[in-house]
């Protein structure tokens, strides 16, 4: 079955890189997706990453694969107060989506 | 540009009352789905709609039918609604197999 696990919370500092940290356990995943959720809000695609590449960079973001270890990050370079929110990380299997219970970053100034 | 619609976006029921729950797209995809959000837990499969005429089951379908109308429209409904089923309800739809998920804005429902 699928499984994601992500890290509930992250403190960060305005100006600082982010990491957020997901692990994954189906390996037959195709696709791996970054969402991002504010506060009272939808999710909103953030970026996507086709399971045979390791790395996939877009303006401050950057998603990092290791296949083999079923890990996957998302590194938001210069992290703004408007990054505040919950990110989720999710992996395709099919016509479905598994979600992470996803991480709170908190920015502080 | 609306994307994916759901009505209502609050709603507060009774316990045993019955609601359903609205989502209409309008950017012609194919596959339409039904989430729950509770806090802690992320994001819950409870049905989803492959293509036009077909639905199946997800993770938590227990207490929800849905219908898929047509092409554009698929609701969920609660017969009788239950405490447990206080939560935030969100529709997504994807064009195809493997695509990015787009959602709506969430139905935040209670149940007293």
């Known amino acids: 079955g699928e499984d994601v696990e992500q890290s509930l919370f992250l403190s960060v500092r305005e100006g600082d890189s982010s990491v957020i940290n997901c692990t994954y356990t189906d390996s037959s995943s195709t696709y791996l997706y970054w969402y991002k959720q504010e506060p009272g809000a939808g999710l909103q695609l953030l970026t996507y990453i086709f399971s045979n590449m390791d790395m996939k960079q877009d303006q401050r973001l950057t998603v990092l694969l290791n296949k083999k270890d079923k890990h996957l990050s998302l590194r938001i370079a210069d992290t703004q107060t408007g990054d505040s929110a919950i990110y989720f990380c999710a992996e395709s299997h099919d016509y479905k989506l598994s979600f992470g219970a996803g991480t709170t970053v908190t920015v502080r100034a | ?112």
């Open chain 2, 1 to 112: 540009n609306a994307g994916v619609t759901q009505t209502p976006k609050f709603q507060v029921l009774k316990t045993g009352q019955s609601m359903t729950l609205q989502c209409a797209q309008d950017m012609n995809h194919n596959s339409m789905y039904w989430y729950r959000q509770d806090p802690g837990m992320g994001l819950r499969l409870i049905y989803y709609s492959a293509s036009e005429g077909t639905t199946d089951k997800g993770e938590v379908p227990n207490g929800y039918n849905v219908s898929r109308l047509n092409k554009r429209e698929f609701s969920l409904r609660l017969e009788s609604a239950a405490p447990s089923q206080t939560s935030v309800y969100f529709c997504a739809t994807i064009r195809e197999f493997n695509q990015p998920q787009h959602f709506g804005d969430g139905t935040r429902l209670s149940i007293l």
